[in-house]
Protein backbone atom coordinates (compact mmCIF):
# COMPACT_ATOMS: atom_id res chain seq x y z
CA UNK A 1 0.00 0.00 0.00
CA UNK A 2 1.00 3.50 -1.18
CA UNK A 3 0.28 5.74 1.90
CA UNK A 4 0.81 8.79 0.29
CA UNK A 5 -1.89 8.18 -1.70
CA UNK A 6 -5.12 9.17 -1.47
CA UNK A 7 -7.55 6.20 -1.05
CA UNK A 8 -10.75 7.65 -1.21
CA UNK A 9 -12.56 8.31 -4.21
CA UNK A 10 -15.29 10.86 -3.48
CA UNK A 11 -18.55 9.61 -3.97
CA UNK A 12 -21.49 11.29 -5.47
CA UNK A 13 -23.76 13.88 -3.37
CA UNK A 14 -27.43 13.13 -2.84
CA UNK A 15 -28.06 15.97 -4.59
CA UNK A 16 -26.02 14.93 -7.40
CA UNK A 17 -27.86 11.97 -7.23
CA UNK A 18 -31.19 13.33 -7.69
CA UNK A 19 -33.58 13.57 -10.80
CA UNK A 20 -36.74 14.95 -10.74
CA UNK A 21 -39.68 12.45 -10.80
CA UNK A 22 -37.99 9.87 -9.22
CA UNK A 23 -39.71 8.13 -5.59
CA UNK A 24 -38.40 6.75 -3.28
CA UNK A 25 -41.90 4.74 -2.06
CA UNK A 26 -45.45 5.15 -3.61
CA UNK A 27 -48.12 6.20 -0.86
CA UNK A 28 -51.52 3.58 -2.12
CA UNK A 29 -54.70 5.57 -2.72
CA UNK A 30 -56.29 6.59 0.74
CA UNK A 31 -60.10 4.19 1.51
CA UNK A 32 -61.29 6.88 3.55
CA UNK A 33 -62.66 10.56 2.55
CA UNK A 34 -60.20 13.18 1.69
CA UNK A 35 -59.77 17.20 2.36
CA UNK A 36 -58.40 19.93 0.76
CA UNK A 37 -54.77 20.26 2.51
CA UNK A 38 -55.90 23.78 2.59
CA UNK A 39 -58.48 23.33 4.87
CA UNK A 40 -56.26 21.48 7.55
CA UNK A 41 -53.14 23.72 7.60
CA UNK A 42 -53.31 27.49 7.72
CA UNK A 43 -52.53 29.54 5.06
CA UNK A 44 -50.00 31.38 6.83
CA UNK A 45 -47.82 27.74 7.37
CA UNK A 46 -47.93 26.73 3.95
CA UNK A 47 -44.98 26.82 1.93
CA UNK A 48 -44.39 28.75 -1.09
CA UNK A 49 -42.50 26.58 -2.85
CA UNK A 50 -41.63 23.17 -2.04
CA UNK A 51 -38.74 22.37 0.20
CA UNK A 52 -35.46 21.86 -2.00
CA UNK A 53 -35.23 17.72 -1.03
CA UNK A 54 -33.45 15.30 -3.26
CA UNK A 55 -35.71 13.24 -5.39
CA UNK A 56 -34.29 9.81 -4.99
CA UNK A 57 -35.34 5.82 -5.16
CA UNK A 58 -34.60 4.07 -1.98
CA UNK A 59 -31.90 2.31 -2.83
CA UNK A 60 -29.84 5.15 -3.99
CA UNK A 61 -30.48 6.60 -0.22
CA UNK A 62 -29.32 3.52 1.12
CA UNK A 63 -26.17 3.76 -1.15
CA UNK A 64 -25.44 7.31 -0.03
CA UNK A 65 -25.67 6.54 3.62
CA UNK A 66 -23.67 3.66 3.21
CA UNK A 67 -21.08 5.15 1.78
CA UNK A 68 -21.51 8.30 4.18
CA UNK A 69 -20.95 5.90 6.89
CA UNK A 70 -17.41 4.32 5.38
CA UNK A 71 -16.04 7.51 5.47
CA UNK A 72 -16.20 7.29 9.60
CA UNK A 73 -13.80 5.42 11.69
CA UNK A 74 -15.50 2.82 14.51
CA UNK A 75 -14.95 0.61 16.22
CA UNK A 76 -16.57 -2.46 13.64
CA UNK A 77 -14.30 -0.44 11.42
CA UNK A 78 -10.47 -1.10 12.18
CA UNK A 79 -8.30 -0.53 15.35
CA UNK A 80 -9.43 2.09 17.91
CA UNK A 81 -6.66 2.93 20.32
CA UNK A 82 -8.74 4.76 22.54
CA UNK A 83 -10.12 2.68 24.65
CA UNK A 84 -9.93 5.05 27.94
CA UNK A 85 -13.21 5.92 26.30
CA UNK A 86 -13.94 2.64 25.96
CA UNK A 87 -13.94 2.26 22.56
CA UNK A 88 -13.70 -1.60 22.47
CA UNK A 89 -15.19 -3.98 20.30
CA UNK A 90 -18.90 -5.01 21.92
CA UNK A 91 -19.84 -8.11 21.61
CA UNK A 92 -23.27 -8.14 19.51
CA UNK A 93 -25.17 -10.15 21.38
CA UNK A 94 -25.69 -7.32 23.96
CA UNK A 95 -27.14 -5.17 21.14
CA UNK A 96 -29.51 -8.24 20.31
CA UNK A 97 -30.36 -8.53 23.96
CA UNK A 98 -31.25 -4.84 24.29
CA UNK A 99 -33.56 -4.80 20.95
CA UNK A 100 -35.70 -7.41 22.35
CA UNK A 101 -39.16 -6.44 21.87
CA UNK A 102 -39.60 -7.32 25.33
CA UNK A 103 -37.62 -4.64 26.79
CA UNK A 104 -37.15 -2.17 23.88
CA UNK A 105 -40.99 -1.30 23.94
CA UNK A 106 -41.43 -1.13 27.56
CA UNK A 107 -43.10 2.14 28.54
CA UNK A 108 -41.69 3.93 31.68
CA UNK A 109 -45.14 4.80 32.94
CA UNK A 110 -45.73 0.93 32.80
CA UNK A 111 -46.97 -0.02 36.30
CA UNK A 112 -44.22 -1.96 38.40
CA UNK A 113 -46.71 -5.29 37.96
CA UNK A 114 -46.76 -5.08 34.56
CA UNK A 115 -42.57 -4.57 34.40
CA UNK A 116 -41.30 -7.37 36.89
CA UNK A 117 -39.02 -8.97 34.33
CA UNK A 118 -37.19 -5.26 33.49
CA UNK A 119 -36.64 -4.24 37.50
CA UNK A 120 -35.48 -7.97 37.74
CA UNK A 121 -33.19 -7.44 35.07
CA UNK A 122 -32.09 -3.99 37.17
CA UNK A 123 -32.10 -5.49 40.78
CA UNK A 124 -29.61 -8.53 38.99
CA UNK A 125 -27.62 -5.92 37.85
CA UNK A 126 -27.17 -3.88 40.92
CA UNK A 127 -25.92 -7.04 42.37
CA UNK A 128 -23.45 -7.78 40.54
CA UNK A 129 -22.63 -4.51 39.97
CA UNK A 130 -22.21 -4.60 43.99
CA UNK A 131 -20.13 -7.67 44.30
CA UNK A 132 -17.32 -6.85 41.79
CA UNK A 133 -17.33 -3.09 43.70
CA UNK A 134 -17.08 -4.86 46.85
CA UNK A 135 -19.64 -2.16 48.21
CA UNK A 136 -23.10 -2.45 49.80
CA UNK A 137 -25.57 -0.53 47.55
CA UNK A 138 -25.94 1.05 44.60
CA UNK A 139 -28.15 3.22 42.20
CA UNK A 140 -28.89 3.04 38.23
CA UNK A 141 -29.53 6.09 37.57
CA UNK A 142 -26.79 8.28 36.69
CA UNK A 143 -26.62 8.66 32.79
CA UNK A 144 -22.69 8.79 32.38
CA UNK A 145 -19.83 8.82 34.61
CA UNK A 146 -19.79 12.71 34.79
CA UNK A 147 -23.33 12.46 36.69
CA UNK A 148 -21.94 9.69 38.71
CA UNK A 149 -19.30 12.23 39.79
CA UNK A 150 -22.18 14.19 40.66
CA UNK A 151 -24.09 12.34 42.59
CA UNK A 152 -21.07 11.05 44.58
CA UNK A 153 -20.33 14.94 45.06
CA UNK A 154 -23.64 15.58 46.19
CA UNK A 155 -22.78 12.05 48.61
CA UNK A 156 -20.02 13.97 49.90
CA UNK A 157 -22.17 17.09 50.64
CA UNK A 158 -25.24 14.72 51.81
CA UNK A 159 -22.89 13.12 54.70
CA UNK A 160 -20.83 16.09 56.22
CA UNK A 161 -24.22 18.38 56.14
CA UNK A 162 -26.24 15.67 58.39
CA UNK A 163 -23.11 15.58 60.38
CA UNK A 164 -22.95 19.17 60.28
CA UNK A 165 -20.27 20.30 59.13
CA UNK A 166 -20.32 20.59 55.02
CA UNK A 167 -16.97 21.01 54.63
CA UNK A 168 -15.70 23.35 51.57
CA UNK A 169 -12.92 21.47 49.95
CA UNK A 170 -12.26 18.17 47.96
CA UNK A 171 -8.67 16.92 46.71
CA UNK A 172 -8.04 15.72 43.24
CA UNK A 173 -5.17 14.35 41.59
CA UNK A 174 -3.38 16.69 38.85
CA UNK A 175 -3.70 13.60 36.51
CA UNK A 176 -7.51 13.30 36.85
CA UNK A 177 -9.86 12.94 34.22
CA UNK A 178 -11.26 16.65 33.53
CA UNK A 179 -14.49 16.49 34.79
CA UNK A 180 -13.20 15.80 38.31
CA UNK A 181 -12.17 19.31 39.43
CA UNK A 182 -15.57 20.51 36.79
CA UNK A 183 -18.22 17.99 39.18
CA UNK A 184 -16.52 19.36 42.23
CA UNK A 185 -17.03 22.97 41.37
CA UNK A 186 -20.71 22.48 40.25
CA UNK A 187 -21.22 20.39 43.24
CA UNK A 188 -19.94 23.95 45.20
CA UNK A 189 -16.72 22.34 46.46
CA UNK A 190 -13.14 23.76 45.73
CA UNK A 191 -10.95 21.84 43.56
CA UNK A 192 -7.79 21.58 45.66
CA UNK A 193 -5.27 19.94 43.00
CA UNK A 194 -2.24 17.58 44.48
CA UNK A 195 0.62 17.03 42.49
CA UNK A 196 1.63 13.44 41.89
CA UNK A 197 4.42 11.80 42.55
CA UNK A 198 8.12 10.92 40.09
CA UNK A 199 6.29 7.88 39.88
CA UNK A 200 2.97 8.98 38.43
CA UNK A 201 0.76 8.41 41.65
CA UNK A 202 -0.68 10.68 44.89
CA UNK A 203 1.93 10.89 47.44
CA UNK A 204 0.34 9.90 50.92
CA UNK A 205 2.89 12.40 52.78
CA UNK A 206 1.91 15.13 50.39
CA UNK A 207 -2.17 14.17 50.73
CA UNK A 208 -1.55 13.94 54.54
CA UNK A 209 -0.60 17.73 54.42
CA UNK A 210 -3.01 19.25 52.88
CA UNK A 211 -5.70 16.86 54.68
CA UNK A 212 -7.82 19.14 57.19
CA UNK A 213 -11.58 19.61 58.81
CA UNK A 214 -12.26 21.55 55.96
CA UNK A 215 -12.07 18.69 53.44
CA UNK A 216 -15.06 16.60 52.74
CA UNK A 217 -12.95 13.88 50.59
CA UNK A 218 -10.67 12.62 47.88
CA UNK A 219 -12.17 11.66 44.38
CA UNK A 220 -8.88 9.24 43.09
CA UNK A 221 -8.91 7.04 39.92
CA UNK A 222 -7.80 3.86 39.99
CA UNK A 223 -5.54 3.02 37.90
CA UNK A 224 -5.58 6.91 37.55
CA UNK A 225 -5.21 8.07 34.40
CA UNK A 226 -1.39 7.09 33.28
CA UNK A 227 -2.90 3.68 34.01
CA UNK A 228 -0.73 3.70 37.10
CA UNK A 229 -2.52 1.39 40.07
CA UNK A 230 -2.77 3.77 43.47
CA UNK A 231 -0.38 0.89 45.69
CA UNK A 232 -0.80 3.58 48.67
CA UNK A 233 -4.73 3.50 48.96
CA UNK A 234 -5.15 1.72 51.62
CA UNK A 235 -2.86 4.46 53.14
CA UNK A 236 -4.50 7.24 51.50
CA UNK A 237 -7.77 5.59 52.72
CA UNK A 238 -6.99 5.65 56.27
CA UNK A 239 -5.55 9.33 56.36
CA UNK A 240 -8.46 10.62 54.34
CA UNK A 241 -10.73 8.97 56.91
CA UNK A 242 -9.14 9.60 60.18
CA UNK A 243 -9.67 13.31 58.67
CA UNK A 244 -13.38 12.34 58.63
CA UNK A 245 -13.57 12.25 55.13
CA UNK A 246 -14.64 10.56 52.42
CA UNK A 247 -13.07 8.46 49.59
CA UNK A 248 -14.53 8.43 46.01
CA UNK A 249 -13.01 6.47 43.03
CA UNK A 250 -13.76 7.55 39.39
CA UNK A 251 -14.52 4.33 38.20
CA UNK A 252 -13.38 5.23 34.35
CA UNK A 253 -10.73 2.71 34.88
CA UNK A 254 -12.36 0.02 36.44
CA UNK A 255 -11.54 -2.62 33.29
CA UNK A 256 -8.33 -2.97 34.57
CA UNK A 257 -8.94 -4.45 38.18
CA UNK A 258 -12.49 -5.82 37.64
CA UNK A 259 -13.02 -9.00 39.06
CA UNK A 260 -9.38 -8.88 40.89
CA UNK A 261 -9.27 -6.85 43.48
CA UNK A 262 -12.48 -4.65 44.51
CA UNK A 263 -12.93 -0.18 45.21
CA UNK A 264 -14.72 -1.68 48.39
CA UNK A 265 -11.93 -3.47 49.88
CA UNK A 266 -9.29 -0.71 49.38
CA UNK A 267 -11.43 1.69 51.55
CA UNK A 268 -13.33 3.32 49.13
CA UNK A 269 -16.78 4.79 50.47
CA UNK A 270 -18.07 5.73 46.96
CA UNK A 271 -17.33 4.30 43.27
CA UNK A 272 -19.28 5.08 40.00
CA UNK A 273 -19.31 2.72 37.53
CA UNK A 274 -19.08 3.28 33.27
CA UNK A 275 -21.24 0.94 32.12
CA UNK A 276 -20.51 2.50 28.40
CA UNK A 277 -17.14 1.88 28.99
CA UNK A 278 -16.01 -1.25 31.06
CA UNK A 279 -20.00 -3.23 30.44
CA UNK A 280 -20.24 -2.94 26.90
CA UNK A 281 -21.69 -0.07 24.91
CA UNK A 282 -20.95 1.71 21.89
CA UNK A 283 -19.94 5.29 23.08
CA UNK A 284 -19.20 7.79 20.74
CA UNK A 285 -20.47 10.60 20.04
CA UNK A 286 -21.14 11.49 23.45
CA UNK A 287 -23.52 8.61 24.13
CA UNK A 288 -25.71 6.24 25.32
CA UNK A 289 -24.03 5.82 28.76
CA UNK A 290 -24.89 4.84 31.99
CA UNK A 291 -22.62 6.06 35.35
CA UNK A 292 -24.04 3.69 38.18
CA UNK A 293 -23.28 4.98 41.88
CA UNK A 294 -22.38 2.28 44.44
CA UNK A 295 -22.11 3.00 47.77
CA UNK A 296 -20.88 1.54 51.34
CA UNK A 297 -23.62 1.33 54.12
CA UNK A 298 -22.93 4.54 55.98
CA UNK A 299 -23.82 6.27 52.74
CA UNK A 300 -26.70 3.87 51.53
CA UNK A 301 -30.18 6.16 52.82
CA UNK A 302 -28.57 9.47 50.82
CA UNK A 303 -28.59 7.32 47.39
CA UNK A 304 -31.26 8.99 44.68
CA UNK A 305 -34.91 8.41 44.36
CA UNK A 306 -36.23 5.89 44.18
CA UNK A 307 -34.39 2.84 44.95
CA UNK A 308 -34.96 -0.66 43.65
CA UNK A 309 -36.51 -2.90 46.45
CA UNK A 310 -36.40 -6.73 46.54
CA UNK A 311 -39.51 -7.44 48.34
CA UNK A 312 -40.21 -10.78 50.79
CA UNK A 313 -43.12 -12.25 47.78
CA UNK A 314 -40.60 -12.12 45.74
CA UNK A 315 -41.34 -9.09 43.37
CA UNK A 316 -39.31 -6.21 42.80
CA UNK A 317 -41.15 -2.09 43.32
CA UNK A 318 -39.53 1.36 43.75
CA UNK A 319 -38.55 2.59 47.25
CA UNK A 320 -39.38 6.29 47.31
CA UNK A 321 -39.70 7.03 51.23
CA UNK A 322 -36.17 7.99 52.03
CA UNK A 323 -36.26 10.99 53.28
CA UNK A 324 -32.72 11.51 53.54
CA UNK A 325 -31.96 10.77 49.85
CA UNK A 326 -30.23 13.66 47.42
CA UNK A 327 -33.15 13.32 45.42
CA UNK A 328 -33.90 12.60 41.64
CA UNK A 329 -30.65 12.75 38.77
CA UNK A 330 -32.28 11.63 36.19
CA UNK A 331 -35.32 11.49 34.24
CA UNK A 332 -37.29 8.01 35.23
CA UNK A 333 -35.25 5.03 36.09
CA UNK A 334 -32.06 5.24 34.06
CA UNK A 335 -30.51 4.81 30.51
CA UNK A 336 -32.56 1.01 30.47
CA UNK A 337 -30.77 0.09 27.38
CA UNK A 338 -27.43 0.40 28.54
CA UNK A 339 -28.21 -1.53 31.54
CA UNK A 340 -29.23 -4.56 29.45
CA UNK A 341 -26.43 -4.22 27.39
CA UNK A 342 -24.38 -4.29 30.94
CA UNK A 343 -26.57 -7.07 32.34
CA UNK A 344 -25.96 -9.55 28.92
CA UNK A 345 -22.56 -8.58 29.20
CA UNK A 346 -21.55 -9.48 32.63
CA UNK A 347 -23.98 -12.90 32.13
CA UNK A 348 -21.69 -13.96 29.68
CA UNK A 349 -18.37 -13.37 30.90
CA UNK A 350 -19.14 -14.62 34.48
CA UNK A 351 -17.12 -15.03 37.27
CA UNK A 352 -13.83 -16.49 35.71
CA UNK A 353 -14.47 -14.37 32.44
CA UNK A 354 -14.60 -10.88 33.72
CA UNK A 355 -10.93 -11.21 35.86
CA UNK A 356 -9.73 -12.62 32.41
CA UNK A 357 -10.89 -9.60 30.59
CA UNK A 358 -8.87 -7.47 32.96
CA UNK A 359 -5.95 -9.56 32.64
CA UNK A 360 -6.25 -9.23 28.66
CA UNK A 361 -6.31 -5.94 29.03
CA UNK A 362 -3.33 -4.79 30.83
CA UNK A 363 -1.62 -7.64 28.76
CA UNK A 364 -2.58 -5.83 25.76
CA UNK A 365 -1.41 -2.90 27.20
CA UNK A 366 2.06 -4.76 28.45
CA UNK A 367 2.48 -6.14 24.75
CA UNK A 368 2.48 -2.45 23.15
CA UNK A 369 4.42 -0.51 25.68
CA UNK A 370 7.45 -3.11 24.89
CA UNK A 371 7.36 -2.74 21.74
CA UNK A 372 6.64 1.22 21.95
CA UNK A 373 8.68 1.61 24.82
CA UNK A 374 12.19 2.23 23.49
CA UNK A 375 11.22 4.58 20.62
CA UNK A 376 8.32 6.61 21.99
CA UNK A 377 9.09 8.13 25.90
CA UNK A 378 7.21 7.07 29.21
CA UNK A 379 8.03 9.50 31.68
CA UNK A 380 6.17 7.51 34.40
CA UNK A 381 6.85 3.73 32.85
CA UNK A 382 4.15 1.36 31.59
CA UNK A 383 0.74 1.62 33.07
CA UNK A 384 -1.67 -1.46 33.57
CA UNK A 385 -4.26 -1.45 31.13
CA UNK A 386 -3.01 1.95 29.46
CA UNK A 387 0.43 4.02 29.40
CA UNK A 388 1.02 7.55 28.30
CA UNK A 389 3.64 7.72 25.63
CA UNK A 390 5.29 10.76 24.80
CA UNK A 391 6.18 12.26 21.60
CA UNK A 392 8.20 15.67 22.95
CA UNK A 393 11.43 13.79 21.01
CA UNK A 394 9.84 14.17 17.65
CA UNK A 395 10.01 18.17 18.22
CA UNK A 396 13.34 18.56 17.50
CA UNK A 397 12.39 17.18 13.71
CA UNK A 398 9.31 19.73 14.18
CA UNK A 399 6.83 17.18 14.15
CA UNK A 400 4.32 16.73 17.23
CA UNK A 401 1.88 14.38 18.81
CA UNK A 402 -0.87 16.10 16.52
CA UNK A 403 1.15 15.38 13.60
CA UNK A 404 1.27 11.33 14.71
CA UNK A 405 -2.21 11.40 15.62
CA UNK A 406 -2.94 12.47 12.00
CA UNK A 407 -0.44 10.23 10.16
CA UNK A 408 -2.13 7.08 11.52
CA UNK A 409 -5.03 7.83 10.16
CA UNK A 410 -3.20 7.11 6.62
CA UNK A 411 -2.68 3.37 8.23
CA UNK A 412 -6.82 3.06 8.68
CA UNK A 413 -6.35 3.54 12.67
CA UNK A 414 -8.33 5.67 14.64
CA UNK A 415 -5.52 8.19 16.68
CA UNK A 416 -5.45 7.71 20.76
CA UNK A 417 -5.96 10.17 22.87
CA UNK A 418 -3.23 13.10 22.54
CA UNK A 419 -2.47 15.94 24.98
CA UNK A 420 -4.13 14.45 27.77
CA UNK A 421 -3.00 13.84 31.04
CA UNK A 422 -1.88 17.25 31.11
CA UNK A 423 0.62 15.79 33.41
CA UNK A 424 2.65 14.61 30.03
CA UNK A 425 4.34 16.73 27.56
CA UNK A 426 2.86 16.04 23.78
CA UNK A 427 1.09 12.90 25.71
CA UNK A 428 -0.19 10.10 23.41
CA UNK A 429 -2.09 7.51 25.58
CA UNK A 430 -3.16 4.49 24.15
CA UNK A 431 -5.05 1.78 25.64
CA UNK A 432 -6.11 -1.24 23.54
CA UNK A 433 -8.07 -3.10 25.50
CA UNK A 434 -8.57 -7.08 26.19
CA UNK A 435 -10.41 -7.55 22.77
CA UNK A 436 -7.50 -6.75 19.83
CA UNK A 437 -5.07 -9.94 18.47
CA UNK A 438 -1.73 -9.58 18.98
CA UNK A 439 -1.62 -9.02 14.86
CA UNK A 440 -3.98 -6.02 15.12
CA UNK A 441 -1.64 -4.38 18.24
CA UNK A 442 1.71 -5.17 15.80
CA UNK A 443 -0.13 -3.28 13.16
CA UNK A 444 -0.58 -0.45 15.22
CA UNK A 445 2.56 -0.53 16.62
CA UNK A 446 4.56 -0.95 13.36
CA UNK A 447 2.79 2.45 12.07
CA UNK A 448 3.66 4.07 15.18
CA UNK A 449 7.17 3.18 14.72
CA UNK A 450 6.87 3.69 10.89
CA UNK A 451 5.91 7.33 12.03
CA UNK A 452 8.65 8.28 14.61
CA UNK A 453 11.07 7.34 11.39
CA UNK A 454 9.08 9.44 9.22
CA UNK A 455 9.17 12.21 11.30
CA UNK A 456 13.36 11.62 11.14
CA UNK A 457 13.48 11.53 7.25
CA UNK A 458 10.98 13.15 5.91
CA UNK A 459 9.07 15.47 8.79
CA UNK A 460 7.11 17.97 6.21
CA UNK A 461 5.40 14.76 4.77
CA UNK A 462 4.46 13.82 9.04
CA UNK A 463 3.31 17.41 9.02
CA UNK A 464 1.02 17.12 6.15
CA UNK A 465 -0.64 14.39 6.87
CA UNK A 466 -3.32 12.45 6.69
CA UNK A 467 -3.38 11.88 2.93
CA UNK A 468 -5.61 8.59 2.45
CA UNK A 469 -8.35 10.91 4.45
CA UNK A 470 -11.71 11.69 2.87
CA UNK A 471 -10.58 15.45 3.84
CA UNK A 472 -6.97 16.65 4.51
CA UNK A 473 -6.16 18.40 7.94
CA UNK A 474 -8.68 21.07 8.50
CA UNK A 475 -8.28 23.98 10.51
CA UNK A 476 -9.77 22.64 13.09
CA UNK A 477 -11.19 25.66 15.44
CA UNK A 478 -13.03 27.42 12.37
CA UNK A 479 -14.59 23.91 11.54
CA UNK A 480 -15.46 23.72 15.06
CA UNK A 481 -17.07 26.74 14.95
CA UNK A 482 -17.69 27.54 11.60
CA UNK A 483 -18.87 23.88 10.39
CA UNK A 484 -19.96 23.92 6.66
CA UNK A 485 -23.41 21.04 7.02
CA UNK A 486 -25.50 22.36 4.39
CA UNK A 487 -25.09 21.67 0.27
CA UNK A 488 -26.83 23.97 -2.42
CA UNK A 489 -26.05 22.84 -5.90
CA UNK A 490 -23.16 24.59 -7.59
CA UNK A 491 -21.52 24.90 -3.94
CA UNK A 492 -18.46 24.20 -4.21
Same mark, same amino acid.
Given at each position: ????????????????? #?????? *????????????????????????????????????????????????????????????????? &?????? =????????????????????????????????????????????????????????????????????? *??????????????????????????????????? =??????????????????????? !???????????? =?????????????? &??? *???? !?????????????????????????????????????????? =???????????????????????????????????????? *?????? &?????????????????????? #???????????????????????????????????????????????????????????????????????????????????????? #??????????????? #??????????????????? &??????
Amino acid at each position: MNDRNPQNPTAPLIFER #SHTGRR *GTTVPRPDVPTRPLAELIPAWAMRDKPPGLPEVPENEVVRHFTAISLKNHHVDKAFYPLGSCTMK &YNPKVN =EATARLPGLSDLHPFQPTAAVQGALRLMWELGEALKEISGMDAITLQPAAGAQGELVGAFLFRAYHTAK *GDPRRKVIIPDSAHGTNPATVTMAGYEALTLKSSK =EGRMDPAALESVLGDDVAGVMLT !NPNTLGKFESDI =ETIARLVHDAGGLL &YMD *GANL !NALMGITRPGDLGYDIVHINLHKTFSSPHGGGGPGAGPVAVK =EHLAHFLPLPTLRHDADGTYSLDWERPTSIGKVHGFWGNF *GVLVRA &YTYIRMLGREGIPETARAAALN #SAYVAARLGDTYEMPYGRGMHESVFSGAFLKKHGVRTLDVAKRLLDFGMHAPTIYFPLVVAEAIMTEPTETETKQELDRFCDAMLQIA #SEAAKDPDFVKNAPY #STPVRRLDEAKANRQPNVR &YRAGDT
